[in-house]
């Protein structure tokens, strides 16, 4: 069972409901994961990557939104998370943004791969730093929403990844060992004959008591990415903190290890600006079944379209997330009707019955939409102090 919706309807609260977009590309070739020289050295290094962004809605709100980028190497899958944001705006008495983002990961760990999924592990990997808004702008001003400080932030994705490893080893078939396997990760050239747990990882520039996150030995300080020249076995994510470092020592032709480089990272300004940065891994050795991909499958430019619109609406109060909510799904159905016939929904419905959503959608607001469309806000730099509760 690895269907978003079967996972979805499995990990959220009995009785909590909730509407979900899936926007997602293609596979294509993607340049740069490992910088332009290794590519062009290494076969190995070339990379695949499909985009998907996954929006939640309740009551007709956004209440969630994650944008995850899948990148599949000969070696690895690497599911990199790159922005998880919420409006506030959830009806459910429980978190409903947890059990859903364990879900949605899960689902792409076992999802459509584009080289034999036998050959390789996967890496879900991503830094957190929080912020006031990614996905909702002036969301952060909205009163409603619980903008988790740094340590919070850790602890929420700790019990993110907890959650998808403990429903990962509990469907196991066959595990001949689930002591935690982490030596031979670190060195390569050992066979590992018993199946290898899943674990996660931790890295905190300049922090030392990571311990203190731990919910059990399964989970280690440190980093995933194997000994030897950092430049050439880190990958590069976008807006990652550590890529402009990485991308120095390519031009001074460095051949720094990963070891020192992991080091020195928290020297650098994008690691001690006083905001922590989180690097995590959930390293998955196997992965045994492999899902028909989900969501709506659309063109690039099509993509980052959809992608750039949600980033010009506001998510400021609750009457205006409503229509930025129904004016986003409102367009996409536009789009998708003309494809698909008018009675094509562009989200599924998880757990309930909720009325038709897109009776009500609306053309782009012009009241609530930034109209230079070539000049979108900026939603990584919060204009506010945020409230925090
Ligand atoms: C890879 C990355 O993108 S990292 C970047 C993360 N994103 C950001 O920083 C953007 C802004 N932050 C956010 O949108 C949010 O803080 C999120 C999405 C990270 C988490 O949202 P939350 O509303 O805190 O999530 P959730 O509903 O799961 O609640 C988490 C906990 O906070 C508690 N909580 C929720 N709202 C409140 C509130 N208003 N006051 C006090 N506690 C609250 C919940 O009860 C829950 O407690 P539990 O852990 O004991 O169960």
Redesign the pocket.
């Known amino acids: 069972m690895a269907e978003l919706s079967s996972l979805l309807a499995a990990n959220i609260a009995q009785g909590d409901s909730v509407d979900v977009v899936h926007l997602r590309t293609k596979f294509t070739p993607c340049k740069g994961l490992f910088g332009e020289k290794a590519m062009k050295s290494d076969e190995t290094h070339n990379a695949s990557a499909s985009n998907h962004l996954f929006l939640l809605s309740q009551d007709h709100l956004f209440v969630?939104g994650l944008e995850i980028i899948v990148y599949d190497t000969q070696e690895r899958r690497y599911i990199f998370?790159?922005?998880?944001?919420?409006t506030?705006f959830?009806t459910s008495k429980l978190?409903?943004?947890?059990p859903a983002t364990v879900a949605i990961l899960l689902h792409l760990v076992h999802s459509e791969h584009v080289r034999p999924v036998q050959a390789k592990e996967t890496v879900i990997c991503?830094?957190?730093?929080?912020?006031?808004?990614?996905l909702f702008p002036e969301s952060a001003n909205n009163g409603k929403?619980?903008?988790?400080s740094d340590t919070d932030?850790v602890k929420?994705w700790v019990?993110v990844l907890e959650s998808v490893r403990k429903q990962l080893e509990d469907n196991k078939v066959s595990s001949v060992s689930k002591e935690p396997q982490q030596k031979p990760r670190k060195e390569k050239s050992l066979e590992v004959k018993v199946e290898e747990s899943v674990t996660g990882h931790l890295y905190v520039p300049g922090f030392t008591n990571l311990k203190q996150f731990f919910p059990n030995e399964f989970w280690f300080s440190d980093t995933v990415f194997d000994n030897g020249t950092a430049t050439k076995l880190i990958p590069r994510f976008p807006d990652d903190p550590k890529a402009r470092y990485l991308d120095e020592l390519e031009l001074q032709n460095d051949d720094m290890q990963t070891d020192k480089f992991w080091e020195t990272l928290s020297f650098r300004q994008e690691c001690c600006s006083g905001k922590l940065v989180a690097f995590f891994s959930l390293c998955i050795p196997q992965v045994s079944t492999v899902s028909k991909p989900s969501g709506l499958l659309v063109g690039p430019k099509l993509y980052q379209k959809m992608y750039s619109q949600l980033l010009q609406y506001s998510f400021v109060s609750p009457a205006v997330t409503k229509e930025s909510t129904l004016g986003f799904l409102g367009s996409l159905q536009r789009v998708f009707a003309r494809k698909k016939g008018e009675h094509f929904r562009v989200y599924e419905t998880i757990n309930g019955c909720n009325k038709d959503t897109l009776n009500e959608t609306k053309p782009l607001n012009k009241r609530n939409v930034n109209s230079d469309t070539s000049r979108p806000m900026n939603v990584l730099i919060p204009r506010k102090k945020q409230k925090t509760?």
Not at 81 to 86: L, N, T
Not at 95 to 98: C, D, E, G, Q
């Open positions: 969630f998370v790159s922005k998880a944001d919420s506030g959830q978190s409903v943004l947890r991503f830094f957190a730093i929080s912020q006031g808004q990614y929403k619980h903008v988790c932030l929420w019990k509760h």
